[in-house]
């Protein structure tokens, strides 16, 4: 399930870890919407920093440039002051989503006793938690501590995609379809929910390849999950997408594919949420221009999971222009971004020599 050549690409662009950071502090806490209980609320979401995704070790996602808030110095102690301080901000909010640049159930990043201390300062102020983490540390000795505690949880799991070739070749994950599956299996008799992400446009895909490869995917990981979060790329420093997309080799997608993705699901009963992080943002999901609208409706849409208002949103735009670029792109060896591209030949033209 590896390809060596791309993995130790890969990790040739992750650097090493500075060791500047103030490890007793969270990354960062905030407070969003989600509807981790059926309906939209308030939710805490914190970043605790650890010493990060074992995978790390040998490579890392193509995309993912988490290992720039990792400290390989963090202890049990530094956590456990990590989580004081995300309880303190906690408040009155009942709601709590914890990520870690890696997966929160994996002990070498986050220690069985930092963990408990964790789950015993939760457990009665905490009505719903979401926790992430690698298929591999989905097991029922990880999940006792949970439920010992009566702690409701779902955890989310980063599928990505459920074609193995796609995992591979071009996310470099390490894993596979057939692993998300026992693992959500094992969430899934032991009483937890799950959540399940889905990658939008991974490197080396056309975006309308991509978009039927998330179609396919959201039917198969449907039977294992409470809900689906489809996350359309954002491009993180230091990663592969970063790489390709300096050299022009690679477009984020645009807002009209995850609005067609979305309706396509809702209209097929599936619970499918998207919260794009950098939306109309040069490195995240955009379209030929800024449409804020676009993006509020992905977002109110899959709150509330009522999708009409979306629907008549693209029902009466011209997606003309849209659909001939990813035509277009689909047509061609690697997936330019012409803004960018037209831009640097701009910059070229307007050059004094
Ligand atoms: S498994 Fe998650 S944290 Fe680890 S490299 Fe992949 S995306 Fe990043």
Redesign the pocket.
């Known amino acids: 399930m590896i390809n060596r050549d791309l993995s130790a690409f890969v990790k040739r662009l992750m650097p090493s870890d500075s060791g500047l950071t103030d490890n007793s502090k969270p990354v960062s806490v905030w407070t969003e919407l989600d509807r981790l209980r059926g309906h939209p609320e308030k939710t805490v979401v914190a970043i605790f920093r650890t010493r990060g995704?074992s995978?790390?070790r040998f490579s890392?996602?193509s995309m993912?440039g988490?290992f720039n808030d990792v400290s390989s110095t963090v202890t049990s102690e530094d956590l456990m002051k990590q989580i004081d301080s995300v309880i303190h901000y906690l408040g009155d909010t009942m709601i709590l989503k914890i990520f870690t640049?890696?997966s929160f159930l994996d002990t070498m990043e986050f220690p069985a006793e930092a963990r408990d201390y964790f789950y015993d300062s939760v457990k009665d102020r905490v009505d719903k938690l979401l926790i992430e983490s690698?298929t591999e540390y989905i097991v029922k000795r990880n999940l006792e501590p949970i439920q010992n505690r009566k702690i409701n949880t779902r955890i989310a799991i980063?599928v990505e995609s459920t074609n193995d070739e796609i995992i591979k070749n071009s996310i470099n994950?390490g894993t596979g379809f057939s692993k998300f599956v026992g693992a959500a299996k094992t969430c899934i008799n032991n009483g937890f929910e799950v959540r399940s992400y889905l990658l939008l446009k991974p490197p080396f895909l056309s975006e309308a390849e991509s978009v039927i490869d998330v179609q396919r995917s959201i039917s198969d990981v449907a039977p294992y999950s409470t809900d689906i979060s489809v996350n359309p790329m954002n491009i993180q420093k230091n990663t592969l997408v970063e790489y390709l997309w300096k050299r022009g080799l690679y477009r984020p997608p645009r807002l009209w594919s995850l609005a067609r993705i979305l309706l396509w699901a809702s209209e097929k009963g599936f619970s499918v949420v998207s919260y794009p992080t950098g939306g109309n943002r040069e490195r995240g999901v955009h379209n030929s221009s800024s449409d804020e609208n676009l993006l509020k409706l992905i977002v109110s849409c899959s709150l509330t999971q009522d999708f009409r208002d979306l629907s008549e949103y693209v029902r009466n735009a011209d997606l003309s222009q849209y659909y001939d670029e990813i035509e277009c792109e689909d047509l061609l060896p690697v997936q330019f971004d012409y803004n960018l591209a037209l831009r640097d030949m701009k910059g070229a033209a307007d050059y004094q020599f």
Do not use: D, F, L, Q
């Open positions: 995704c995978w790390y890392s996602c993912c988490y640049s890696g690698r980063g994950k």
